[in-house]
């Protein structure tokens, strides 16, 4: 009777113990950069999020990403009850996958209010600036020149932009057409401006247009192609970035065996278009060149990537494609952001802008269009690579800049000569010896015995 | 004190002493031995994987160490010396705990390879692998006062092993059949199984509530232990 009274007051302080450490639980991170706590940032962020926020992660169910999004996003509801999430495997919920879209792992869907936006990964920083975008709620223009040949947003063909018009969408933007034929003026709500690969020289009227919109707090993005008789650098100069033309061969990194289908494995920059950009296809590129005006203190111009050490520009990819005198030594710069930031003079008569304000414009140059269409734009880090670039036009990118983090791979390949070392180890020697010192003092009696 | 630690040095030393004590250390090495070359054909130096299954296998080896604890005592004759000396139950039931804990520590420190060969060929985060043994002391010795509890309750060491196994499959199972219920049901059986608590030191994490769960397990095991003991004394 005295047992059993002793086991009930066990069972309930374990209880009560274990009660009050689930509602008052606290956590120490150690894992490198604290990877599973939660930023102030976002912690405000979850906090801020009053109707229900539906998070859907697109993992393949087995391996160490699905548990890690699991856990993660677990931190994510336990600050709000309204926030729910599931792991989804795209290969055992095909049904799933195809209603949002899904083309590739690690997709992550967030829906809110009605409204989507999409992370690239299942990471803090990634999930928290697409509830960030969510909680906003207004959609962003980003106007797409048309009418000198370029790929369509409507096209869904191989080479057209359809996949390109989706990610925006599924990204808090609203890709829309531009035609400056029509209309001598960029809109004021362009949040952003994309040239994409025009094929057709640009009217004078139009580069004027474009330029204008760029010089006053613009927001350009130009994505040349070598194959096309307009030239981008009318547009692009002033911003201290030069398009050299030709196509960038780079022997040493390349798709099967065209060299100029380059896969790009450096970004030297530290700006947020390359974050978690790992590597690029580029297929029939151009390059660039950086070239800033000393009289421009506040322009700045980041080198985003760049081939291989190997590359080179082949000025005459029309009758030969080896390196020669004529042509550009590497390593070849594809991709390039200018920011230029200067001061303006107040505007008088108008309330709140009388002071001195800063102006500040943004442009992101790729040699490439080929690298947006539908057949490249799910390859490697393309569509990564791109929405960067689109959230650092449009300073979407504040919340990614301060949450930035390390990236959770940590490759290992394991080679059957390490395989036979780690067994040698840990199942030969570990054990034996194991065995070896527990025979010891055995064996020392039996010894003794015998001289005895 | 000084009692029960006299007992925890001889059980030390006899399991030691014997081909059974011997065959589960070198055992349990070989096993997470095998365990990690199936975990890094991922090409992942993450050791998550590799942690997660030590815990299932630390149930099976707190089984191994503990069913001869009491049950073997008992089919020796030894248990009713020990039970009638001047020593209380407590200090017996410490005295076996620390016993174990000293094979279990052992066990572990012959596990210490791995993560050094892991580091040795690439660059594993250093922080889940700390959390990660952090939760194999934890496991284990919640797992052996587990262990203890059953062995007292039997004098068939074979019955205690399969028992005390019984006891955690229990507990690991209750996180099985919460993913089928929702409310409150869900998450008392989800907050009651072990799997649910491991996570967090698999991802380099030290929660309170996670800690205070096997503590929990370690103090209940050793009051059913004591209880069981001044039952049958």
Redesign the interface.
């Known amino acids: 009777m ?3 009274a ?2 009930m007051v ?2 309930g ?2 209880v009560a ?2 009660v ?3 509602g ?9 950069a604290h ?3 939660l930023s102030p940032e976002t912690r405000a962020l979850v906090r801020a999020v009053h109707a229900p926020l539906r998070i859907r992660a697109f993992l393949a169910s087995h ?2 990403a699905a ?2 999004a699991r ?1 993660l996003l677990s931190r994510y509801t336990e600050l709000n009850s309204r926030i729910r999430f599931s792991v989804v495997d795209p290969d055992a919920h095909p049904g799933e996958a195809r209603r949002f879209g899904i083309t590739r792992y690690a997709s992550v869907v967030l829906t809110y209010r009605g409204r989507r936006v999409d992370a690239p990964d299942a990471e803090e920083l990634e999930i928290s600036t697409a509830i960030l975008r969510l909680l906003r709620g207004h959609v962003r223009s980003v106007c797409v020149l048309t009418g000198h040949g370029e790929p369509a947003l409507d096209d869904t063909a191989p080479d057209g932009l359809s996949a390109v018009a989706d990610l925006l969408r599924h990204n808090a933007y609203e890709p829309r057409d531009l035609d400056l034929s029509t209309s001598s003026i960029v809109p004021k709500d362009c949040a952003a401006v994309i040239v994409a690969g025009p094929t057709d020289p640009l009217l004078p009227a139009e580069v004027q247009a474009l330029d204008a919109y760029t010089k006053a707090d613009g927001r350009l993005m130009v994505l040349a192609t070598p194959t096309s008789r307009a030239d981008p650098n009318p547009l692009i100069a002033s911003w201290g970035v030069r398009f050299t033309g030709g196509l960038v061969i780079d022997p040493a990194r390349s798709e099967n065996l065209d060299t100029a289908n380059v896969i790009v494995e450096r970004f030297p920059s530290a700006s947020p278009v390359d974050a978690g950009v790992s590597r690029l296809q580029l297929p029939a590129g151009g390059g660039l060149f950086v070239a800033v005006p000393p009289d421009r203190p506040g322009l700045s111009v980041a080198r985003l990537a760049l081939a291989s050490g190997r590359s080179f520009v082949e000025t005459r990819p029309d009758t030969e494609i080896d390196f020669d005198g004529l042509d550009i030594p590497g390593p070849v710069l594809v991709a390039a952001a200018a920011d230029d930031s200067r001061v303006a003079a107040g505007e008088t008569g108008v309330p709140g802008r009388s002071g001195a304000r800063i102006e500040r414009t943004r442009v992101v140059v790729a040699g490439d269009v080929a690298f947006v269409t539908n057949r490249f734009l799910d390859h490697l880090s393309n569509a990564r690579f791109l929405l960067n670039g689109i959230n650092w036009l449009t300073e979407e990118e504040q919340l990614l800049a301060t949450t930035s983090r390390p990236s959770a ?6 080679t059957p000569e ?2 036979t ?3 040698a ?3 030969g ?4 010896a ?2 070896g010192i ?2 010891v ?2 064996l020392v009696r039996r010894l003794r015995r015998r001289r005895r | 004190m000084r009692q029960a630690l006299t007992i925890a040095a001889r059980d030390l030393r006899a399991n030691f002493l014997t081909a059974f004590g011997l065959g589960s250390t070198a055992g349990f090495a070989a096993a997470a031995g095998v365990v990690l070359v199936v975990v890094l054909r991922g090409n992942q130096a993450r050791l998550a994987g590799w942690f997660g299954t030590l815990y299932v296998l630390l149930g099976v080896l707190a089984a191994l160490l503990t069913m001869r604890s009491f049950a073997e005592e008992e089919r020796l004759g030894t248990l009713e010396l020990l039970l009638t000396s001047p020593v209380r139950p407590w200090q017996v039931v410490t005295g076996k705990l620390l016993g174990v804990a000293g094979v279990l520590l052992v066990d572990v420190a012959a596990t210490l390879a791995c993560p050094l060969l892991v580091a040795s060929m690439g660059h594993p985060d250093a922080g889940p692998i700390l959390t990660g043994y952090v939760g194999v002391i934890l496991v284990g010795l919640a797992f052996v006062a587990v262990g203890l509890a059953v062995s007292a309750a039997t004098s068939n060491p074979l019955v205690a092993a399969v028992g005390s196994l019984a006891v955690l499959l229990a507990l690991w199972g209750a996180g099985i059949v919460s993913g089928g219920l929702t409310g409150w049901p869900r998450l008392a059986l989800e907050e009651l199984a072990p799997s649910g608590h491991v996570v967090g030191f698999l991802r380099g994490t030290l929660s309170t509530k996670d800690v205070v769960y096997f503590v929990s397990l370690l103090a209940l095991g050793l009051v059913t232990n004591v209880v069981v003991l001044e039952e049958r004394r």
């Open positions: 005295r047992g059993l002793a086991m066990a069972i302080v374990v113990a274990n009050a450490a689930y008052h639980d606290t956590q120490v991170d150690v894992s490198v990877r599973f706590t391996g160490g548990d890690d856990f791979d940590r490759p290992l390949p394991f390490r395989q070392r780690v067994l180890v840990t199942v020697a570990v054990p034996g194991i065995v527990g025979l003092p055995a």
